[in-house]
């Protein structure tokens, strides 16, 4: 059983007189000029290949793979090479075979030739035959989707790409051109008079050891690598996964899902990440059951005994936020991907506006306080209308499918939040505080109150206005700002100033403030 390797067998220099039979060989990879290295994503490898220097008359018989290639890389090969009772696994690398120019005499017989790939531009996929004096004979063109349980030998349509390809029936192609029958290490049930078409599953018992994990493990540690499904506990064939090994300097990317990485005996802990956001409609959500292991790049991550690491994919719905335009509202998202590329997660709140659709998570979170990731919001401390100023409140849920945690939900700056249902819409909730008497109300370091043009706001007795932020009036000619109070005695001034402002630097206050009766500014 080959597994990650550039070529399972490759024939070249000289090598000639060989057998290569009854082998199997899946995810062949290709490292480019930048340090990729994974499924091939420009150029496809040969799984079983001859490539150049002149070897001859070698036999590749029974063998499964993507790709079965004569080539001239190196020059040509020599003479008289058979491609014998072969299959192509169907997948999305599968590339079929082909002989380039160069290299006659070859023999093509009996081979079972599918091809998917749809990404290669060279036109490498198909069953191309470029060279003159090919034996062609009953071979199989692209017969129809089969990979269900890897060998469905059930599904074949023969399409044949010339009738005197198809000359007789099955059993004219005897039997295995350098076996007999059976000797020590060959299970009994092998048939050597197999085709391509009907026989396949000679190979089941490779695969089924190879998908098991039924390794030696004296030496090894193989792990396999799973996308989930969460909505269905399904698991996923789409998906690609990254890993880096403790001591390694670089990820090896392009591991698909359900495939497996080889790690020492002793080799408990990885470095792994998923190199999809999302598969189709559902978003990467978490790793096997634990719900702190959130992020897409999951360093050191322990292996447990079955060998096996889960990436669970879960489906989102959409939450709102409602209010003032005068209001910023801010979302703190676990799971939120600020760069695709890279796939960052920055842990830290961004603003969202009102009325836009935001993709969630539902029931995140449990019960409140929390010990695992959870959506925490924010907003401003304070705003103003042309009459009023506004203190925040609280948090609320008009359609009630959003709660928030109890003990910050009068916290303007920073409250978990679990959204139990599609459509939540959040909604931050503020009081008018302008008309209450000595009221003092302190614009943050990280905040600005603006009062807007032509506003008059009348202040009750006693308010104060500390500014730590930035106060901005603004203010024009044609628009003042007026601000006044009652001007009764408020104990901050012997002439009896109604409210406080305290700034600084005095020069921001601008000149078309008109404060009534009387303001004293605290500098």
Not at 282 to 290: A, R
Request: glycine residues 8%.
């Amino acid at each position: 059983m080959f597994y990650w390797l550039r070529h399972a067998i490759c024939f070249a220099g000289g090598a000639n007189g060989n057998v290569a039979g009854y082998n199997s060989s899946v995810v062949t990879i290709f490292q480019d000029d930048y340090g990729y290295i994974g499924p091939q994503q420009g150029w496809p490898c040969a799984d079983y290949l001859f490539h150049g220097h002149y070897p001859f008359a070698n036999l590749v018989e029974g063998n499964v793979g993507q790709y079965f290639c004569i080539d001239d890389v190196w020059g040509s090969n020599g003479p008289y090479n058979m491609f014998y009772k072969n299959a192509n696994i169907y997948n999305d690398n599968s590339f079929g075979l082909r002989v380039f120019p160069g290299n006659p005499l070859q023999n093509i017989i009996g081979n079972y030739i599918t091809y998917k790939c749809n990404w290669i531009k060279q036109g490498y996929q198909g069953y191309i035959i470029e060279s003159p004096d090919i034996y062609e004979y009953h071979n199989y063109d692209n017969g129809e989707y089969w990979d269900p349980g890897f060998w469905p030998w059930q599904y074949f349509n023969y399409s044949h790409k010339n009738d005197w390809y198809y000359q007789g029936n099955d059993n004219e192609l005897g039997t295995s051109f350098y076996r007999t029958g059976t000797s020590d290490g060959w299970p009994e049930q092998v048939d050597w008079g197999f085709t391509a078409r009907n026989d396949l599953k000679n190979y089941q018992d490779a695969y089924n050891n190879w998908k098991n994990q039924n390794y030696n493990s004296e030496e090894n540690r193989y792990v396999t690598l799973k996308n989930i499904d969460e909505n269905n506990s399904l698991e996923l064939s789409e998906g690609y996964f990254s890993v880096k090994r403790l001591g390694r300097d670089s990820y090896l990317d392009g591991i698909p899902s359900g495939h497996s990485v080889r790690l020492g005996k002793d080799e408990n802990s990885i470095d792994i990440k998923v190199m999809q956001e999302k598969i189709n409609t559902i978003k990467h959500h978490k790793w096997d059951e634990d719900r702190t292991l959130f992020l897409i790049n999951s360093k050191n991550y322990v292996i447990g005994d079955d060998n096996e690491i889960q990436a669970k994919y879960y489906d989102v719905s959409q939450f709102s936020c409602t209010g003032t335009e005068s209001v910023k509202v801010y979302l703190k998202d676990p799971w939120f991907v600020s760069d695709q590329e890279n796939l960052t997660q920055p842990e830290t709140y961004r603003e969202i506006n009102s009325g836009t659709n935001i993709p969630v998570f539902l029931n995140e979170g449990g019960s409140f306080p929390m010990d695992y990731p959870y959506y925490s919001v924010k907003a401003s401390k304070c705003y103003a209308t042309t009459d009023s100023i506004y203190v925040f409140s609280h948090w609320s849920s008009p359609n009630g499918k959003a709660v928030f945690d109890p003990a910050n939900v009068n916290n303007y700056n920073g409250c978990g939040v679990r959204f139990d249902d599609a459509g939540a819409i959040v909604k931050p909730v503020y009081v008018a505080v302008n008309q209450i008497a000595n009221y003092t109300l302190s614009i943050p370091p990280d905040e600005t109150l603006t009062i807007p043009a032509g506003a008059n706001i009348s202040f009750a007795d006693g308010f104060t206005l500390d500014v730590k932020g930035t106060l901005n009036i603004a203010e024009t000619e044609s628009c003042p700002v007026t601000l006044s109070s009652t001007g009764k005695e408020s104990g901050f001034a012997s002439n009896g100033y109604g409210y406080l402002v305290t700034y600084t630097p005095e020069e921001k206050l601008a000149a078309y403030v008109r404060f009534f009766p009387c303001c004293k500014k605290i500098l």
